[in-house]
Nanobody, 124 residues
Framework: EVQLVESGGALVQVGGSLRLSCAAS????????IGWFRQAPGKEREGVSC????????YFADSVKGRFTISSDNAKNTVYLQMNSLKPEDTAVYYC?????????????????WGQGTQVTVSS
């Protein structure tokens, strides 16, 4: 059974940092593109970042470039999203996603598996 379990979401002040984790199981971790999407209340789902063994890291949202860093630990089957200099507009539910491919895409419909999400709230 494929599982993606997110953790690390929290309430944080503007300018703070968080590290989200996505623990994956039930599939060949190294052969998948794994990433993060987010959805804020009343807004459309937005691609944040993705990483694969072929493509390396990719950042879809211009607003996170230079502030967020995606990484993976293949030994632990875990992907991380380090988020620095957080802003109120980063407030959202963050979802870990996995795609049966070595390549990252920004279209959420291209991802085969989704976690349940973790809430990130940035307060001003």
């Amino acid at each position: 059974e494929v599982q993606l379990v997110e953790s690390g979401g929290a309430l944080v002040q503007v300018g703070g940092s968080l590290r989200l984790s996505c623990a994956a199981s039930g599939f060949s971790f190294a052969a998948y593109a794994i990433g993060w999407f987010r959805q804020a209340p009343g807004k459309e789902r937005e691609g944040v970042s993705c990483i694969s063994s072929i493509d390396g890291p990719a950042y879809f949202a211009d607003s996170v470039k230079g502030r967020f860093t995606i990484s993976s630990d293949n030994a632990k089957n875990t992907v991380y999203l380090q988020m620095n200099s957080l802003k109120p507009e980063d407030t959202a539910v963050y979802y870990c996603v996995a795609r049966r491919s070595w390549y990252c895409l920004e279209d959420s419909n291209e991802y085969d598996y989704w976690g349940q999400g973790t809430q990130v709230t940035v307060s001003s």
